[in-house]
């Protein structure tokens, strides 16, 4: 079974600050996701990461994904308050599994982030 | 271009009730993929429906049913509400083509169920 886990689980962290969130999970997948979510909020997609080595960046946020080590970091540079939210990383095994897995993310337990002035 | 729309926003049921759950998925998209969220188990997938046809089912009893119909809309029915059947409902759409079903993901703002 596939687990997909994240750490920290709680990160309070200054207003200027640096902080990387990690995603580790058990299984070969090469596409991993990051969600944010306000609360009482849906969730708003931020990366899709396609194969190893893959970086993207948006804003102060950078994700990458490292295959070999079924590792995903997101890294926040320069921390503002309105990066305050909880981030999801998810793994999508579809095309490992013969198809079984069809529209099933199976998701890390989350993020917590406040970002403090 | 309208996104992912779920009805109602919030509702409170008792225990033993039953209640139904709509997503309208964005426009093209075939796939809808539903969830469930709680402080808890975090996010849980329930099922995936891709052309009317059910695809993809998670580890929940069988009080959770779903279905889709032509237009892609998907309902879900919970019967028999339990109290730990209180959580957010999310559904997911997507083009649900290719290797990769989920392409890319795009959720609704929620159902919050509360069952008293």
């Known amino acids: 079974e596939l687990k997909v886990e994240q750490n920290p689980l709680f990160l309070s962290m200054q207003e200027g600050k640096n902080y990387t969130i990690y995603c580790n999970y058990s299984t070969t997948s090469d596409r991993l996701y990051w969600y944010r979510q306000d609360p009482g909020k849906s969730l708003e997609s931020l990366f899709v990461l396609l194969s190893n080595g893959a970086v993207k960046q948006e804003g102060r946020l950078m994700a990458s994904l490292d295959t070999k080590a079924r590792l995903s970091t997101l890294h926040i540079t320069a921390a503002v308050h309105d990066l305050s939210a909880t981030y999801f990383c998810a793994v999508d095994i579809s095309p490992f599994t013969g198809g079984t897995s069809y529209g099933k993310l199976t998701f890390g337990q989350g993020t917590i982030l406040t970002v403090h002035p | 271009k309208a996104g992912v729309t779920q009805t109602p926003r919030y509702l409170i049921k008792t225990r033993g009730q039953q209640v139904t759950l709509s997503c309208s998925p964005i426009?093209?998209?075939?796939?809808v993929s539903w969830y469930q969220q709680t402080p808890g188990q975090g996010l849980q997938f329930l099922f995936e429906?891709?052309?009317?046809?059910?695809?993809n089912k998670g580890n929940f009893p069988g009080r959770f049913s779903g279905r889709q119909f032509s237009n892609s809309r998907s309902e879900m029915n919970v019967s028999t509400l339990e109290l730990g059947d209180s959580a957010l409902y999310l559904c997911?759409?997507?083009?649900?083509?290719?290797?990769?079903?989920?392409?890319?993901?795009?959720f609704g703002s929620g159902t919050q169920l509360s069952v008293l």
């Open positions: 997911a759409s997507s083009l649900g083509t290719g290797g990769y079903t989920n392409e890319k993901l795009f």
């Open positions: 429906y891709f052309s009317e046809t059910q695809r």
């Open positions: 426009s093209g998209h075939r796939s």
